[in-house]
């Protein structure tokens, strides 16, 4: 089983400003099935980027995934307001499904 | 416009039986993959269970054995037996859609609440 490790736990930045997050997988995501999504309190989460770097239908151009194995990146080139929230990084490894979310990483105003 | 309707939810004791339901317009659920994802209060997101297009069902282990996915095609509506909960099993369930078996989850319900408290 791929186990996902998110970091940092907890990023405090400021609008306008760039935000990374790091996604690290116990083991070689097959052929970069890695998601990425936001979500924010009450809200069920909503996907931004799917296989690793493609971005979900409507998500503006500030996000972009990136990565590849082990290591994989959720970028937000500048931070609006509606941006703060909660990111989770997924893999959907194929048959038998092998979903499996990250802890999170909390995007706060600095 | 796709939809995910689920209701069922609410408080249930330790040991207890609920299905939840996950009523979808705007696209059949017997020709895609469904699935049902957790989240325990203030925690991450958690898979439960997938039921593929040609009707395979999947099960996260802490489930397994005690939770049944099935649909219903006539009804276009997804369903989650819960069987013998614990409190463990306290969350917002969501339901959510994938398109095949190598995608992500697209589509999303808003959630429904089960408590598991005596």
């Known amino acids: 089983e791929v186990v996902l490790t998110q970091s940092p736990g907890t990023l405090s930045l400021s609008p306008g400003e760039r935000a990374t997050l790091s996604c690290r997988a116990s083991?070689?995501?097959?052929?970069?099935?890695l998601a990425w999504y936001q979500q924010k309190p009450g809200q069920a989460p909503r996907l931004l980027i799917y296989?690793?770097?493609d971005r979900a239908t409507g998500i503006p151009e500030r996000f972009s995934g990136s990565g590849s194995g082990t290591d994989c990146t959720l970028t937000i080139s500048r931070l609006e307001p509606e941006d703060f929230a909660v990111y989770y990084c997924?893999?959907?490894?194929?048959?038998?499904?092998?979903?499996?979310f990250g802890p999170g990483t909390r995007v706060d105003i600095k | 416009e796709v939809q995910l309707v689920e209701s069922g939810g609410g408080l249930i004791q330790p040991g207890g039986s609920l299905r939840l339901s996950c009523a979808v317009s705007?696209?059949?659920?017997?020709?895609?993959?469904m699935s049902w994802v957790r989240q325990a209060p203030g925690k991450g997101l958690e898979w439960v269970s997938f039921?593929?297009?040609?009707?395979?069902?999947y099960y996260a282990d802490s489930v397994r054995g005690r939770f049944i996915i099935s649909r219903d095609n006539s009804k276009n509506t997804l369903y989650l037996e819960m069987n013998n909960v614990r409190g463990e099993d306290t969350a917002v369930y969501y339901c959510?859609?994938?398109?095949?078996?190598?995608?992500?989850?697209?589509?999303w319900g808003q959630g429904t609440l089960v408590t598991v408290s005596s």
């Open positions: 083991q070689s995501v097959s052929n970069s099935y």
């Open positions: 039921i593929s297009s040609g009707g395979d069902t």
């Open positions: 296989d690793t770097s």
């Open positions: 705007g696209l059949t659920v017997s020709r895609n993959y």
């Open positions: 997924q893999q959907y490894v194929g048959s038998p499904p092998g979903i499996t």
């Open positions: 959510a859609r994938a398109s095949g078996s190598y995608h992500p989850l697209d589509f």
